[in-house]
C-alpha cells in the first residue's frame, strides 16, 4: 500500500478549466455522448445526488481547510470538476466521510465514489471498482536549503548522497530501483524519524512523493526545501483513481468525465495550481 499523504500548503485555485473562483456553480456539462450519464438517470445511492466520500479529516493541498464543499484543494476541484461533467450542480453533490482501510473491503458503499489518494492496485481491484487515474503521482528529493544536494540536476548527480525515505513507500522503491545510490538507502519507521535522521545530518536528503514534500517541508521541516521533482521512468509511478463499489453502474461515465477533463486540460491545470507550485519546482532527470 502506498503510504498515505498528508499536506498542507495554501493556494488559490478555481473548480474547472476556466478556474472559477471557489463558491461559483459548478458548469452541468454531461459526459459526451452518454445519454445515460445524467443526474436523472445515474444509478446513484441517493436518487438525483452524487454523494462523494473521502477522508476524516481530509488534508490540503488535496483538500482546503477540512472543507471539500469549499471546492478548494486538488481533490476537491477534481471531484467538482467530475460532479459537473455529470450535469450535477453543486448543491445536488453531498459528502461523506471514510476510513481509509475500512473502504478497501469487499461488499456495497454508501458513496458513489471515494476520492482519497487510493493508489490503483491489482490486489485491491478484485474487490473494488477503480476509475481511469485522475493523477499519476511524482517523487520528490527534500535537503536543508544550504546542502550541496540541492545542485544536482539529475540521478547521477545523487549517487554520492545518502538517502531515506519511510519503510514500505514508493519513495523507498524508486531510491532503491530507480537512482540506485552508492550507499544503501536508510530506512524510517516515522517521518519524525526521518527528520531527526536529516536534523542529524545522518542523511543528506529524503525522498518522499510530491504532495507529502510539501507537507514536511511546510510543517514538519520548515527548514527544509524540496529539491526537485524526480522524472519517473515508465511504470515507476502510483496511478490515483476514484474508487467505487465493485461492478458499479457509474464506473463508464465516471470513466468517461475524467477523460474529458484529461483532454480539455482541466486535470493538468488543477495539479499544477495546487501540486506543483504552477511548475515552479525543478525536475530532476535519469
Known sequence: ?????????????????????????????????????TPESLQTVEPGVL???????????WVEDDDPASKRGFEAAVA?????????????????????DEVIAPGPKDFDFNIQQ??????RDEVVDFSVPYYITTEAL??????????????????????????GTT????????????????????TADAKAALDAGQVD?????????????????????????????????????????????LKACIDDALEELRADGTLARLADEWLTLGGQIKTLTP
Open 1 to 37: 500500500m502506498r503510504m498515505r499523504t498528508v499536506v498542507v500548503l495554501a493556494l488559490a485555485v478555481g473548480l474547472v478549466a476556466a478556474a472559477c473562483a471557489a463558491g461559483e456553480e459548478t458548469a452541468t456539462t454531461p459526459a459526451a455522448g452518454a445519454e445515460a450519464c
Open 51 to 61: 454523494t462523494i466520500a473521502t477522508g476524516e479529516p481530509a488534508f490540503p493541498p
Open 80 to 100: 467538482y470538476a467530475v460532479a459537473g461533467k455529470l450535469g450535477y450542480s453543486d448543491d445536488q453533490v453531498k459528502w461523506i466521510r471514510t476510513g481509509f
Open 118 to 123: 487510493y493508489s490503483i492496485t491489482a490486489e
Open 142 to 167: 527534500v535537503a536543508f536549503a544550504d546542502s550541496p544536494v540541492v545542485q544536482a540536476e539529475t540521478f547521477g548527480d545523487l549517487k554520492g548522497y545518502k538517502l531515506g525515505a519511510a519503510i
Open 171 to 190: 519513495s523507498l522503491d524508486f531510491i532503491e530501483e530507480v537512482i540506485q545510490p552508492d550507499e544503501p538507502a536508510a530506512v524510517y519507521d516515522t
Open 205 to 249: 536528503a529524503l525522498v518522499f512523493d510530491l504532495p507529502t514534500a510539501y507537507y514536511i517541508t511546510a510543517v514538519e521541516i520548515p527548514e527544509a526545501t524540496i529539491v526537485g521533482q524526480l522524472e519517473a521512468p515508465p511504470g515507476k509511478s502510483d496511478q490515483l483513481g476514484l474508487l467505487m463499489a465493485e461492478g458499479s453502474p
